[in-house]
Nanobody, 118 residues
Framework: QVQLVESGGGLVQPGESLRLSCTAS????????MSWYRQAPGKEREFVAV????????NYGDSMKGRFTISRDNAKSTVYLQMNSLEPEDTTVYYC???????????WGQGTQVAVTS
């Protein structure tokens, strides 16, 4: 069964940090690029970050550059999102996505909630 399970969300104060994790099962993790997106209710999905299959290349949404870092551990079938200097505007649900760059097959996790409030 193909599955992505996010964890690590929670409630923090502005300026604090969180690390999200997304663990994959049911497919060959190292064959997939991994991305993080976020989406608040009633709003469009927003690209957060992507990491290629080997981890050699990463890219970020404009508002995340310099604050967020995406990384992966293929041995653990897990992708991470380190989020520093969190702002109230970062409050929303974060989702990970796996995409095969050759077949374009993809899957999504169920999301993890992040809330930044004083």
């Amino acid at each position: 069964q193909v599955q992505l399970v996010e964890s690590g969300g929670g409630l923090v104060q502005p300026g604090e940090s969180l690390r999200l994790s997304c663990t994959a099962s049911g497919f060959t993790f190292s064959n997939y690029a991994m991305s993080w997106y976020r989406q608040a209710p009633g709003k469009e999905r927003e690209f957060v970050a992507v990491v290629t299959r080997t981890g050699a290349y990463t890219n970020y949404g404009d508002s995340m550059k310099g604050r967020f870092t995406i990384s992966r551990d293929n041995a653990k079938s897990t992708v991470y999102l380190q989020m520093n200097s969190l702002e109230p505007e970062d409050t929303t649900v974060y989702y990970c996505e796996a995409t095969n760059p050759i077949t374009y097959a993809n899957c999504w996790g169920q999301g993890t909630q992040v809330a930044v409030t004083s």
